[in-house]
């Protein structure tokens, strides 16, 4: 297979293109290896793939439509796993055009190189954000999703949304993934893990949102890679029992799915600190604060749907996934 990967530096992105490798296929990756964080540990995980057989670097933005149009047309990708986007919720409320350019903008350039390309199926990233105010746990994909409390969520829904017109329209295979709260070695430093081992280590205080009276769906990244490759080489299949008298946000009469995937175990966040305190042999000094903006008090997903059509079922307790963690963060900054 010829993939495309778009966000190829990232935590996932780059995570998957090892795995692809490792099975044999083409992987083609862009990034714009902007400075959201630190560049440097981007640059470290493309060298992971330096060097290895078919995969081929490309320093772009999805932004600019020309170039990214003249990419598929000279590659014909057979499948494309989209995961270049703004990320964070926070960074959303003070940063609005940059979720605007590369998630609305961005995601209709990469919908058009598909349509254009003959794409066999588009998968994308969504995210547990976009379930906004739903209280109703754990959350379902079959749910309505009208009230996203962050401009984030709101784009990432607007891209279900935009494949779902391309797969009516174009017959597009498209797979939306909303992917809940993922860690693991690599990971984002703007994300809670990574905050909290840095601070326990430095002996500063760590920002814990509504006194920690937070639940999250933990999911280790080496199960959502598991998820994703099921999911890309299952294109997503019209559903003939759809019905636009009780429609079905999940499915459709097109060829368009969307999956939760997630642990399916959620966890306090006060659990959370405490493995990672034992992991790390040192106790958390905690700065208690109210709730964020933008922010949900829990997350949880119904994975039933994936595993019913892929077999997916995440394995990774939290336990050993931030032992994982640990590991990794010791062994990348040299603390011994």
Sequence with gaps: MKILITGAAGFIGSTL???????????????????????RLKEARLKRMSGRPGFNFHKMDIVERKE?????????????????????????ITNP?????????????????CRHGGVKHLVFASSSSVYGA??????????????????????????????????????LPCTGLRFFTVYGPWGRPDMALFKFTKGILEGVPIPVFNRGKMIRDFTYIDDIIEG??????????????????????????????????GNNQPVELMRYIEVLEQALGKKAKLDLLP?????????????????????????TTVEHGIARFVEWYKAYHGHV
């Design 97 to 113: 055009e940059a979720y605007v350019d590369a998630n609305l903008v961005g995601f209709g350039n990469i919908l058009e190189g």
């Design 228 to 261: 994703v490759v099921r999911t890309i080489d299952r294109p997503a299949q019209p559903n003939p029992a759809w019905s636009g008298d009780a429609p079905d946000p999940a499915t459709s009469y097109a060829p368009y799915r969307v999956y939760n995937i």
């Design 17 to 39: 293109a090892l795995r692809m490798l490792e099975r044999g296929d083409t992987v083609h990756g862009v990034d714009n290896m902007n400075d959201y964080y630190d560049v």
């Design 134 to 171: 739903n209280t109703r746990l754990p959350f379902s994909e079959h749910d309505n999703i009208d009230h996203p409390v962050s401009l984030y969520a709101a784009t990432k829904k607007a891209n279900e949304l935009m494949a779902h017109s391309y797969a009516h329209l174009y017959k």
């Design 291 to 315: 709730m964020q903006d933008g922010d949900v008090p829990a997350t949880y997903a119904n994975t039933e749907n994936l595993e019913k059509d892929t077999g997916f079922r995440p394995r």
């Design 68 to 92: 990214m149009a003249e990419l598929f047309k000279k590659q014909k990708f057979d499948a494309v796993m989209h995961l270049a986007a703004q990320a964070g919720v926070r960074y959303s």
